[in-house]
């Protein structure tokens, strides 16, 4: 009775020692760099790089895709601009991050005997979902910020849903190691034979931290200014494009510029008014123009900050004398494409420096950047700046 107890505390599944041939061999796997301590150290830095990842990242959803209890505030003007910085900068730093622990837990896969019992067996089965679902996340980020969709899914939507599945995974596999991190943290440190013995596990994790450090500066000068001049790896530079900053989408591309051109255009503000407005370029320039210096803020993690001239949207809704609590519409000339039209919430239509700009930097815009108008609003991702902008709808 003991003897069959024993047996399956010890070994759920035990295949015959005659299969324990190459990795499954006892000590096929020498290096002292495949340590519980290094595994530890790199899972407790991707533990926190992945949570600012996650927590920006549903931050970007929720205000692109918002939620009636959700309320996303118009300042600081700033925050989104930050907080999508963070979230790219800390997914690029964690591509080294995971290779590495990937690199150095990866013996375990041959781990003897393969499953010790059903708890083991569903530990496991739950490093599937987050292995995958990390390299997902962040081969598809980084596609992304590239501007490369060598995919048929829509990005937004599965890198959305991969998070959760990743981040449950993540938690069961926080749940699982804990003790064991733990007791990995306090082990000694190696001893002199092992040091001596090719790369040491403090030049390990030099050479992995280096390389996250490296890539973070030579990238994040795409959001932060000061180090714009060391973005030779970003995918944008801050100060390159029409005007002197980056155009995405260019009006050719959305097949605006006949109607951005026409002198026939008319900016029509409708719904739910005491009267509707439609007004030319010149109605629109002999209106009270504002200034407001405020970021375009990608959901590709670049941003670039310029001073834009227009008139504010909440002037515009006077005028036409729209209801106290308006949420707008926001609509481009352009026919089709997802980012045609936004949403813009009461909090922001009415916030002082939210404009419907026709100018950046004491001239016109570009016709890349939205000629003859654009919305610019505090605190918002990019996607909803709309560019060309033709209606306007109260509800
Ligand atoms: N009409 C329209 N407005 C648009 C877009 C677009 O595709 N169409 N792109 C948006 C995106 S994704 C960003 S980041 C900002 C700045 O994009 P740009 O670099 O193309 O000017 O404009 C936004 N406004
Ligand atoms: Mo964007």
């Not at 295949?15 to 340590?35: C, N």
């Not at 030779?232 to 009006?251: E, H, T, Y």
Request: aromatic share 10%; net charge positive.
């Amino acid at each position: 009775m003991s003897t069959r107890r024993e047996k399956i505390k010890g070994a759920f599944f035990s295949p015959p020692e005659s299969l324990r041939k190459g990795p499954f061999a006892e000590g096929a796997f020498p290096s002292p760099l495949h340590s519980e301590k290094i595994a530890a150290i790199l899972g407790l830095v991707l533990g926190v790089t992945f949570s600012i990842c996650f927590v920006t990242g549903l931050v970007s959803h929720l205000i692109q895709y918002p939620p009636g209890w959700f309320f996303w505030p118009a300042t600081p003007a700033g925050l989104y601009r930050v907080s999508q910085g963070l979230h790219v900068a800390t997914g690029i730093a964690s591509v080294p991050l995971l290779l590495a622990k990937l690199w150095t837990v990866y013996p375990k896969l041959y781990e003897w005997p393969p499953v010790r019992g059903p708890l083991h067996a569903l530990e496991r089965l739950s490093l599937i979902a987050l292995v995958g679902g990390s390299l997902f996340l962040l081969f598809s980020g980084l596609a992304n910020i590239g501007l490369w969709y060598p995919w048929a899914f829509f990005f937004p939507t599965a890198h959305y849903w991969a998070s959760w599945i990743t981040i449950g995974a993540l938690i069961i596999h926080i749940g699982t190691k804990i003790s064991a991190t733990r007791r990995a943290l306090r082990e000694p440190k190696q001893t002199i034979a092992e040091e001596q013995s090719g790369l040491s596990r403090r030049g390990f994790l030099g050479v992995v931290g280096g390389t996250a450090g490296l890539l973070t500066l030579t990238t994040v000068g795409q959001t932060f200014g000061p180090l714009n001049e060391l973005g030779i790896l970003a995918p944008r530079r801050q100060d390159v494009g029409p005007q002197g900053f980056p155009v995405n989408k260019s009006a050719e591309a959305a097949k605006v510029e006949k109607k951005a051109l026409s002198p026939h255009y008319r900016l029509v503000l409708e719904g739910d008014v005491n009267t509707p407005l439609s007004l030319s370029l010149d109605d629109l320039r002999a209106m009270e123009q504002t200034e407001a210096t405020l970021p375009i803020a990608c959901v590709e993690g670049w941003s670039t900050s310029q001073t834009w001239r227009g008139v504010r949207v909440r002037d515009l809704l006077e005028r036409a004398g729209a209801t106290a609590d308006p949420t707008i519409m926001v609509e481009s000339l352009q026919k089709s494409g997802l980012y045609r039209a936004s949403e813009l919430p009461a909090e922001h239509a009415l916030a002082d420096n939210t404009l419907l700009a026709l100018q950046v930097n004491g001239e016109d815009l570009h016709i890349d950047h939205g000629y003859p108008a654009r919305l610019i609003a505090p605190n918002r991702p990019g996607v909803l700046q709309t560019k060309w902008v033709g209606k306007m709808t109260v509800t």
